[in-house]
């Protein structure tokens, strides 16, 4: 059952970053250790889906998301799909554009004006009352759940592993990184994900840059959680304490299942 107070997660200024997030595809090396490496492996990827999909949507099943749409009054206007694509903050446009640059006439694409007037407000004007249920109906589309999935990684997943790669730190580093650009985007402000990466190496030394990675990580962590107090609707911060902290804890680097977790005090295990 969905919480509503957990889908607050969302960023303020993505409408002005989408276009500098564009990242390619992550290439691997070919040495066993670093092919092990990468939370781009599939395998570890569908593990970072559902780690997320628990503290999103209090649920492992990430792939029953894609027709999720609601307004959690948080400012951002409607939050749906996968990754919570707000209508406030441009990330919702630009994946309704990509759908219909792949499947003009689309159920969304007569939407595509009201959407560029709402960007940037909680507005609904132009969405209403047909919207919920269209995307709703789009979402049983492969081509829509595919606009969601490309979206996902250009705007999230793609620079947070390159990112991360960058730095030094392994799978579980790679993920902190992805979870925080999710909840956080990558904007100008103080609690963007850049901003906390910031905050993190005024504090510790990534092992890119000849640093000790648990170090690293928990400076990272306490940069995020500092943020996340920011605003009230992120002032939880279980996603962190009782989920990503005990994989630093156990010093489980590679995010190796058995995983198990608690995310606002539900439990979750990935044998």
Not at 37 to 65: R, T
Not at 112 to 139: I, K, M, T, Y
Not at 195 to 215: F, H, M, N, W
Request: aromatic share 8%; glycine share 10%.
């Amino acid at each position: 059952m969905h919480t509503p107070h957990i889908r607050t997660s969302r960023r303020t200024l993505l409408a002005l970053i989408g276009a500098s997030l564009v990242a390619g595809p992550v290439i691997a090396t070919q040495s066993a250790t670093a092919a092990a490496a990468g939370l781009d492996d599939p395998a570890k990827k569908e593990i970072a889906m559902k780690l997320v999909s628990s503290a999103e949507n209090s649920s492992l099943d990430w792939k029953a998301q894609y027709k999720y749409i609601e307004d959690i009054g948080d400012g951002r206007g409607y939050t749906a799909g996968i990754i919570g694509f707000c209508s406030g903050t441009g990330d919702m446009l630009d994946l309704v554009e990509l759908y219909t640059q792949r499947k003009p006439g689309n159920v969304l694409a007569k939407y595509l004006p009201a959407l560029r007037e709402v960007n940037g407000s909680d507005s609904h004007e132009g969405l209403d009352p047909g919207f919920q249920g269209d995307w709703r109906r789009a979402a049983q589309d492969s081509a829509f759940q595919q606009a969601q999935n490309d979206e996902r990684d250009r705007v999230y997943f793609n620079p947070a592993v390159k990112q991360g790669k960058a730095d030094g730190i392994g799978v579980l580093g790679q993920f902190t990184y992805y979870d925080a650009i999710v909840m956080h985007g990558d904007g100008g402000d103080s609690t963007s994900f850049s901003s906390i990466r910031r905050r993190a190496l005024a504090k510790a030394k990534p092992p890119a840059q000849g640093g000790d990675e648990v170090t690293y990580l928990n400076a990272f962590l306490d940069a995020r959680v500092w943020a996340m107090k920011q605003e009230e609707a992120h002032s939880d911060t279980s996603r962190v304490d009782t989920e990503q902290r005990v994989f630093v804890r156990n010093r489980n680097l590679n995010l190796n299942t058995p995983l198990d977790w608690k995310v606002y005090g539900d439990s979750y295990h990935i044998g």
